[in-house]
């Protein structure tokens, strides 16, 4: 029996190819790029979820808020993992600290190669107690025991000892010391916000930097800290500990001791739920999650309302034909068991296609998703299998559902004569179905054009300084000679297309250290508080080009002096830039006072609001900071050929430093690495959209054609009366023109509401401007006219006489 349904369902498909075969198409598509965003999404939802105890894991977060303002640090003090693990043994099972000097690089020398490596960091033992990498080569019981070892990834020994065991090799430490590679770690597969390839021992900090281990500093807080809570212990228990620690005096300093608060962040939350300073990576976002999810949600919902349509157009041609079987005697079951049979063919053909689609657009996704870290090659083929299948069988049901509960319902003689009322009613069914479309369809262009605009208008932006032609030079430990800056300085500024160079602790727009200041307006002392801050000197002027709003008039001052923006000026009470000149701050170092103010500028990304600021002027007259030179920023001329400058770079570079690459950016690259979650939306909206439109179309392309030799005889018969072949062509495309006008009047003020919560996370952020209408309205109609165009064209010049001679 099941044999002889599946013979007359792959007849009746053949039967009726172009509408199988364009039913065939969409649904691939719709499924296959289905399963792509629900793949990106679930791997985004599975970052940190591999490790064993990842329930029982928290990072150790630091906020600091003085007068609303401070900073919400994803890193605390360097002593503070061995402090809590030994005062609450009875919460904590293990500590682990990630500590990288804030080094933007480090050098490691391999059989005479240099490299340099921006993911390096200390860690402590018990690194593999709290995290579950899986270790391919190695003992990870021990692999971080001992001063000098270091556990690596396999990429990183795949570059340094290709095809050999790693085990037991060495590499050098910025040219000092030998470490023991001891384990070799899989990272590629494993989704994590721990961004490290090397992983050091942090007892080997005892070797490289042994004042490390006898000053407990309270305040510099460059740890990433993580610990593993015993089975029963609740956060909250150890986070109500907390409180006595920070009112300890040996700890925090008195003037930092009130404004501390400590937490607990699970780690599994820390990918899509967090954006503190100093994150170890960036990280993603759980709107995105959302906006994915309903982006996939809306492409399958598109296939399967074409899936509908087409399925109704083509079972609709049926309705005699269900009468003759009914009145010869086949009952509604065996019907019902054909249609069923013939939609589970569509379905498996469709499931097919659509992995038939993810094979040829295999590189096209991993260019298309790559700033996610999601590589479709290493997706699980058992869960592409089970989307593939479940998104099919979704979808061939839905189309399934018009033949079930209507053509079967059909009494004989309703069907033989096809007078029917329910005909009344499937019309207004497809219609209803090609506005959702269009709805979809719009609301999704809609979105592409504002979310494309708002990233263009963030890179676009002015941040209050000119980024152009700024190069970042990172230092590494070569900053830790102050001699170093001055001749690395003197050597670049010989050379004709180098501007200025200055010295920064570090990336402005990128991001930037807090530091506490307490200053002193008239005679009161007001309370210390921590500002955003760099340490730099007098001509990062010249390189970053701010504003000068006042500046002190008899020159540089002979004591220490610094820079404040605006917003600083208007947190202290000052009226004017030029009141707030001379005004003393007294920070670690002594006093400084205000020798200028500069116009407000973005120096973080500008998804953050714009907050007190200082610019912190070494003028000459003070010792440099061992941190205060992590990069050089160097000023280059409009129109320079950058590959003979970096060529005369690195020259200048070798005279001074011998065994560190010299190591460059641009500076705009960087701040642009800012707004990869919005690239990515911009990209994924994008592609999706047209995808979208795409299989709306294809479906549109077969009900038109059903439809308008529907309405052969009625536009014959209007033709013999005298209708134009111009009005016969309007005609029959004012219906489709009607149902993109009724798809607007839902889909734009559904996509404003929808695209105006999304802009109000931006601090500054476009307006919804007329354009974003035009695109996705005139976008649909266009699309439509064309698609719908061939059959319009041919109904309407048709010869009437052929339709009437032929009954139509």
Known sequence: MLRNYILIGIRNLQKHGVYSGINIVGMSMGIAFFTLLVLLVNYELSYDSFHKNADKTYRVVEIIDTQDIGERSASVPIALGPTIKTLYPNYIDHSVRFFNHQAYSHVISVAG????????????DDFFKVFDFPVVEGDKNSALSEEGSVVITKEIAKKYFGDQSAIGKKILYEKKHYLKVTAV???????????FEILVSFSTLNVTNRELFFKEDWVWNPCWTYITLKDGVKPEELEADFEILLQDPSKFPSYLRDYVELYLQPIQEIHLYSDLDFEMSQNGDYMYIYIFSAIAIMVLVIAAINFMNLSSVRYSTRIREVGIRKAIGADQTELINQFVVEAAILSVLSMFGAIVFLELLFSFVNDLLSDSGFILENADPQNIVLLVGSSGLFVGALSSFYPLFYLSGFKPLEGLHDTSPKGYQQK???KWSVITQFIIS????????????????????DIGFNQENIVIVPMGEVRYQKSNFHLIREKFLQLKDVEAVTAIDELLGVWVQNYPFTFKKGNKKLPSAFYASVVTYPDVFKVFDFKILAKNPTGPLREREIYVNEKLIEFA????????????????RGYQKIAGVIKDFHYEPIHKPIEPF??????????????SNKFLALKIRDGVNWNILEKQLNFKWSQVVEYRILDTFFLKSKIEQAFKKEEQLAKVSLIFSIIGVIIANLGLFGLSSFITVRKNKEIAIRKALGMEDTQAMLFVSKEFFVLVITACVVAWPTAYLAMKLWLDNFPKAVNIDIGAYLFSGGLTLLMTMITVS?????????????DLKAGV
Do not use: C, W
């Open 442 to 461: 719009m609301f999704l262009l809609f979105s592409t054009y504002v979310s494309k605009r708002q990233l263009d208008f963030m890179k676009n932006s």
């Open 790 to 802: 061939y059959h319009v064209i041919k109904t309407g010049l048709k010869n009437p006489v052929e």
């Open 113 to 124: 190669q240099k490299f340099n490596e921006n993911h390096l960091y200390f860690t402590d």
């Open 573 to 588: 009470g000052y009226s004017s830039p030029q009141e707030a000149l001379g005004m003393k701050f007294y920070t670690s």
């Open 428 to 430: 207004k069914f497809r």
């Open 185 to 195: 770690v899989d990272k590629q597969n494993y989704p994590s916000h721990l961004d």
């Open 614 to 627: 200082v610019i912190d002027v070494n003028n000459g007259n003070r010792a440099t900071s061992r941190f």
